[in-house]
Nanobody, 126 residues
Framework: QVQLVDSGGGLVQAGGSLRLSCAAS????????MGWFRQAPGKEREFVAT????????FYADSVKGRFTISRDNAKNTAYLQMNSLKPEDTAVYYC???????????????????WGQGTQVTVSS
């Protein structure tokens, strides 16, 4: 069982950077794939990035590829989303999520994830 607390959101100007963190409780964190999703006002929640339990494989949405980097530190029970070159269209509530290996496939679907953080607001001004 995993509980997630995501943080690090805030207000930043276009072109700036933010680093989101997702702190997980429980000793089984390293067995879960981790993902980040986001939801902008009036839009559906969309996939942003995912990383396997080993950290060997990562996948990104086309909209953030080359700008965002997902990582994890299993020793700290924490996953991260480094966001660079932020754009106003990146404005959204960002959620971290954990997927048990038995459910994980590509990491791109919400249904793959069992545990979710409360969300952290990212606002990018132009």
């Amino acid at each position: 069982q995993v509980q997630l607390v995501d943080s690090g959101g805030g207000l930043v100007q276009a072109g700036g950077s933010l680093r989101l963190s997702c702190a997980a409780s429980g000793r089984t964190f390293s067995t879960y794939a981790m993902g980040w999703f986001r939801q902008a006002p009036g839009k559906e929640r969309e996939f942003v990035a995912t990383i396997t339990w080993s950290g060997f494989s990562t996948f990104y949405a086309d909209s953030v590829k080359g700008r965002f980097t997902i990582s994890r530190d299993n020793a700290k029970n924490t996953a991260y989303l480094q966001m660079n070159s932020l754009k106003p269209e990146d404005t959204a509530v960002y959620y971290c999520a954990a997927a048990a290996s038995s459910y994980f496939s590509t990491g791109k679907r919400e249904a793959e994830y069992t545990y979710w953080g409360q969300g952290t607001q990212v606002t990018v001004s132009s």
